[in-house]
Nanobody, 116 residues
Framework: VQLVESGGGLVQPGGSLRLSCAAS????????MSWDRQAPGAKRELVAG????????EYGDAGKGRSTIDRDDAHNTVYLEMTLLKPGATAVYYC??????????WGQGTQVTVSS
């Protein structure tokens, strides 16, 4: 089982990024997926989550207004598009797979740095 995040990097304030999380080794369409982030010295916080059954979406405070989560079950990938990025968004971003309310798989993360 693998979740591999990509798409992070250095971006200027006000810029955009699209993160990807490629899944393998399990039936991707059967799991809810989420993104969260952790900045140095801070606790991990939810950015966005997407259920499997009805595609229902929840945005955490870290993601409201500037983030869009989407999934492509045909390609076993979940995306996180972020716009109008601010320096406070600098963090490592992780994707997760959930079996109902149980976290079952997670990736190694991708670094996002927002700086001029």
């Amino acid at each position: 089982v693998q979740l591999v995040e990509s798409g992070g990097g250095l971006v200027q304030p006000g810029g955009s990024l699209r993160l990807s999380c490629a899944a393998s080794g399990f039936v991707f369409s059967g799991y809810a997926m989420s993104w969260d982030r952790q900045a140095p010295g801070a606790k991990r916080e939810l950015v966005a989550g997407m259920r499997r059954a009805d595609g229902g979406i929840e945005y955490g405070d870290a993601g409201k207004g500037r983030s869009t989560i989407d999934r492509d079950d045909a390609h076993n990938t979940v995306y996180l598009e972020m716009t109008l990025l601010k320096p406070g968004a600098t963090a490592v971003y992780y994707c997760h797979a959930w079996n109902y309310d149980k976290l079952v798989y997670w990736g190694q993360g991708t670094q996002v740095t927002v700086s001029s």
